[in-house]
């Protein structure tokens, strides 16, 4: 039974894989995943906000210290509250890829196209095997034009590419006018991987407080559902790898990903919840299903669900939500 996968460059011997979460932070930890049997770990994301702090003492262009500015920086968290601090995560990826065998991705999490990016050199001489760059921005300006959203998406993998040899995924969110467009441009802009969806934290509302309260929640099945369409929909029609992240929480959730296209499963919270063995259980699920359908390789399952073959992608989607909605009853 080969589950064998390629991700960004790397040889898998199945697609499951550790993304990116607080478990990536301890050495021991990490080499408790790969004891559990997960293919490849997405180091913690670095934020812009770290880097710029550290090299230039300004956030987004801005000095904390300046009275016009104070306010609207103190949202964000001290130079001491991160983890590690820039200089601290490339010496981290270090002692990573020196205690684990398998493939290390290093994380980058920003909202703009800055020099911030430039310490993408930094990780790839650190050691790590690809970049996941995790481009998260809420927009709130009214005058900002979608386009000029996606110019800079795509700008900065231009650059990026121009000045790094290791392979880059883009993990971006769902929220676009016409998400396929953006996948495209990203496969122009020379993206190795495209990471679907960064999940949309939004913060709560403390009724006694009156004010903003954030909260993670862990993703669970629910969430997979518009990665599948995504990955349907993208699956054959662009070059970058397919990897989906969110949502995955049970072994079959994982088989439908792959059938949907996916080359890569990223998890987080069900590890979170079941421990790093379940990396092991996830592949035995797969093995057993694959056994059970007759399947002798992974590249027989990968995109049997996925539109690729449709004759009318559109009408079949619309077809998709019609029957969807005629089909409760009370």
Request: contains cysteine; proline residues 5%; hydrophobic residues 45%.
């Given at each position: 039974?080969?589950?064998?996968?390629?991700?960004?460059?790397?040889?898998?011997?199945?697609?499951?894989?550790?993304?990116?979460?607080?478990?990536?932070?301890?050495?021991?930890?990490?080499?408790?995943?790969?004891?559990?049997g997960c293919?490849?770990?997405?180091?913690?994301?670095?934020?812009?906000?770290?880097?710029?702090?550290?090299s230039?003492?300004?956030?987004?262009?801005?000095?904390?210290?300046?009275?016009?500015?104070?306010?609207?920086?103190?949202?964000?968290?001290?130079?001491?509250d991160?983890?590690?601090?820039?200089?601290?995560?490339?010496?981290?990826?270090?002692?990573?890829?020196?205690?684990?065998?398998?493939?290390?991705?290093?994380?980058?999490?920003?909202?703009?196209?800055?020099?911030?990016?430039?310490?993408?050199?930094?990780?790839?001489?650190?050691?790590?095997?690809a970049?996941?760059?995790?481009?998260?921005?809420?927009?709130?300006?009214?005058?900002?034009?979608?386009?000029?959203?996606?110019?800079?998406?795509?700008?900065?993998?231009?650059?990026?590419?121009?000045?790094?040899?290791?392979?880059?995924?883009?993990?971006i969110?769902?929220?676009?006018?016409?998400?396929?467009?953006?996948?495209?441009?990203?496969?122009?802009?020379?993206?190795?991987?495209?990471?679907?969806?960064?999940?949309?934290?939004?913060?709560?509302?403390?009724?006694a407080?009156?004010?903003?309260?954030?909260?993670?929640?862990?993703?669970?099945?629910?969430?997979?559902?518009?990665?599948?369409?995504?990955?349907?929909?993208?699956?054959?029609?662009?070059?970058?790898?397919?990897?989906?992240?969110?949502?995955?929480?049970?072994?079959?959730?994982?088989?439908?990903?792959?059938?949907?296209?996916?080359?890569?499963?990223?998890?987080?919270?069900?590890?979170?919840?079941?421990?790093?063995?379940?990396?092991?259980?996830?592949?035995?699920?797969?093995?057993?299903?694959?056994?059970?359908?007759?399947?002798?390789?992974?590249?027989?399952?990968?995109?049997?669900?996925?539109?690729?073959?449709?004759?009318?992608?559109?009408?079949?989607?619309?077809?998709?939500?019609?029957?969807?909605?005629?089909?409760?009853?009370?």
């Open positions: 039974m080969d589950t064998a996968t390629s991700f960004l460059g790397c040889r898998l011997p199945h697609p499951f894989i550790a993304g990116a979460s607080p478990l990536g932070f301890d050495l021991d930890t990490i080499k408790r995943l790969e004891d559990g293919a490849a770990v997405v180091i913690p994301s670095l934020f812009e906000e770290q880097i710029t702090l550290a230039t003492g300004r956030i987004h262009r801005r000095d904390p210290l300046d009275a016009e500015w104070a306010v609207g920086l103190a949202h964000f968290p001290r130079r001491d991160y983890t590690l601090a820039p200089d601290e995560y490339a010496v981290h990826i270090d002692r990573v890829k020196r205690t684990v065998s398998v493939p290390v991705i290093a994380s980058l999490n920003g909202a703009t196209g800055q020099s911030w990016l430039r310490f993408a050199r930094i990780v790839e001489q650190a050691g790590a095997d970049l996941e760059l995790n481009l998260y921005r809420v927009v709130t300006d009214l005058r900002v034009q979608g386009n000029s959203v996606e110019h800079e998406l795509t700008s900065t993998v231009t650059e990026l590419k121009r000045f790094l040899k290791i392979p880059i995924a883009v993990k969110s769902p929220f676009f006018t016409a998400f396929g467009h953006v996948a495209r441009q990203l496969d122009a802009a020379g993206a190795d991987g495209i990471v679907l969806f960064n999940r949309f934290y939004q913060p709560d509302i403390d009724t407080t009156m004010r903003p309260l954030p909260r993670v929640q862990l993703s669970t099945s629910a969430d997979l559902l518009l990665r599948l369409r995504w990955l349907a929909i993208l699956y054959g029609r662009v070059r970058p790898t397919l990897v989906v992240t969110g949502g995955v929480a049970t072994p079959d959730d994982g088989i439908k990903a792959l059938l949907a296209g996916a080359d890569a499963v990223q998890m987080v919270s069900a590890i979170l919840r079941e421990g790093p063995n379940y990396f092991t259980v996830m592949r035995q699920g797969l093995e057993r299903w694959m056994e059970h359908h007759e399947f002798r390789r992974l590249g027989e399952v990968r995109g049997l669900a996925s539109l690729k073959q449709t004759v009318d992608p559109e009408a079949f989607e619309r077809a998709s939500y019609i029957r969807t909605l005629q089909s409760w009853r009370a």
